[in-house]
């Protein structure tokens, strides 16, 4: 399901058919604190609740990702209701996850009272589709805790393929999934020429420096 990119440069909004996808602003900022202080919200991304000043802090590491990737975090607004569902994300992986620093992985957080009705699903393939569409990016990973099957769903549907899993500290596992550009399936005058459906390169290539 592709996002209709509105605007020119980094976009301030990404349209679907349930959802508007809004660039990350100040505006966003209190809905997200509350948001992170939800247990349901947290369960496989943090050991405990955002509290204030790590909520400012990541807020404003949100917004200076924008001005140095030209991608980044939006919110999650229902169009026909104008509730705020969460938001999804393009952000660097940086060091000591399990793959390579300049990696760019997706990220996607839909209230716990809307689960089940495919809002992350449809939020994430827009964010996907902006990646390789608009911000030209070659893949994407997607990283989640092996007990999250239903975050590993999302991914599968997206066409993220499994490459490995890896150790956290503190035992915690994840899986890291893949998605190359030739791989995407979005609109086919956008794939390389030559890729043909259905082929799937192998993660053997693959080589993390963090």
Known sequence: MSGQLIGTGPREEVVTPRLRLERWHDAHFERFARFMRDPDVI??????PLDGAKA?????????????????KRAVIESGTDEWLGF????????????????????????????????????ASAARDEAFDDAGLDELIGRCRVENTASARVLAKLGFRLLRPHLLPG????????????????????????????RQHGGSDYRETG
């Open 56 to 72: 400012i802090v990541q807020h404003e590491q949100s917004l200076a990702e924008w001005e140095e990737n030209g991608f980044g």
């Open 171 to 198: 035992g915690i596992v994840v899986d890291i999934h893949r998605l190359r550009r030739e791989r995407w399936p979005g609109p086919a005058d956008r794939r390389p020429r030559g890729v043909r459906d259905g």
């Open 88 to 123: 999804v994300e393009l952000s660097r992986v940086g060091p000591g996850k399990g793959c390579r620093d300049e990696d760019v992985e997706i990220g996607y957080f839909v209230a716990p009272s809307r689960w089940g009705q495919g809002i992350a699903t449809e939020a």
């Open 43 to 48: 369960r496989y991304i943090r050991a405990e």
